[in-house]
């Protein structure tokens, strides 16, 4: 199954999520097998295939998840088992697919025991994890999809290839000097806080007053409160934020309806927004342009986020 053309139309507050399944071992005696379902963005996935004949192996991985590498269409391909990464002991009972992934400028694989469908939903649907649930997956899930007759885990796969490939994580450029640039105060929005904490170290670095949000809802409910303060007291909106960096991925509401409500609205349409994240590639960025982003960064791009936003507060 080939990734078509997202058809979504950007600031909707929906995502489309491919749904599959591990097959794991009976929990208890005379049970039968128990099978776990996750999601991921269909933004993130390229194609969906049989396992490849042959897998190659590594003569040394960081990680024993690390199954080898395949070629696909003359590129090489790192396959991981996802089962063993998650700590899940999987059973095959058909054969498995193989989920390829591509983000960051990066492509992976992920062997998984089948694919259901995908999946449109509104992200008001998509909570938060549980720190109960977190703990149980390796702090790897983002968020918690309640269907009928089930869950689906939304797994965060920026955080496993990162752990797998230490050298592919955000670095920050400590060879820039802020000094002589005067504090600004910045309102980030991202739902992982490995994320979160590294945005708030490099723009804190940067001379920046931040604070953090972990969803698009709590993003802006901070920005009410400040306009409701901006009027009472009769200030400028700037007296209490610059700007506003939000990731694109998150449950309740997402980083593209986040700008559409703030461009729409009187008093903080002049704020700048930068949207910040692993989706954002040539094929998508006219999803950001559509919503009114002043600016789109894709996380590998990380040391430009302080200098791009003090030259949108500047401009």
């Not at 670095?205 to 972990?214: I, Q, T």
């Not at 939000?246 to 449950?251: F, L």
Request: proline share 4%.
């Amino acid at each position: 199954m080939a990734q078509t053309d997202i058809l979504l139309e950007a600031g909707t507050n929906e995502l489309e999520i491919v749904e599959f399944w591990l097959e794991e071992e009976p929990r208890e005696d005379g049970e039968e097998n128990y099978r776990g379902f996750y999601g991921v963005n269909v933004a993130k996935v390229l194609e969906i295939i049989r396992i490849p004949e042959k897998i190659t192996k590594l003569p040394k991985v960081h990680h024993p998840a690390i199954m080898g590498t395949f070629n696909l269409r003359n590129k090489v391909i790192p396959l991981v088992d996802l089962s063993h990464w998650l700590k899940k002991p999987r059973v095959e009972t058909e054969p498995p697919k193989v989920i390829v992934t591509e983000f960051n400028n990066v492509s992976s694989a992920f062997l998984v025991s089948g694919v259901t469908r995908i999946h449109r939903i509104s992200w008001e649907r998509v909570e938060a994890p549980s720190n109960y649930v977190s703990t149980l997956s390796e702090d790897s899930i983002t968020g918690v999809v309640k269907f009928e007759d089930r869950i689906s885990l939304i797994l965060d796969l920026e955080k496993i290839v990162a752990e797998l490939n230490p050298d592919l994580g955000l670095q920050l450029d400590d060879s820039i000097d802020w000094a002589n640039h005067a504090g600004y105060k910045a309102i980030i929005a991202d739902d992982s806080t490995l994320i979160r904490e590294m945005l708030h170290e490099m723009m804190v670095r940067a001379k920046f007053s931040v604070e953090m949000a972990n969803t698009g809802r709590a993003c802006w409910d901070k920005l009410q409160e400040y306009k409701r303060r901006s009027i009472e007291e009769k200030r400028p909106i700037s007296d209490f934020v610059n700007i506003v960096i939000s990731d694109i991925e998150m449950p309740v509401m997402d980083g593209h309806n986040l700008t559409v409500r703030i461009k729409a609205d009187e008093v903080l349409k002049q704020l700048p927004v930068i949207l910040f994240s692993s989706i954002i590639t040539d094929k998508l960025r006219h999803k950001g342009e559509a919503v009114g982003a002043d600016d789109q960064i894709s996380k590998p791009e990380v040391t430009q986020l302080a200098q791009r936003s003090i030259a949108l507060i500047e401009k």
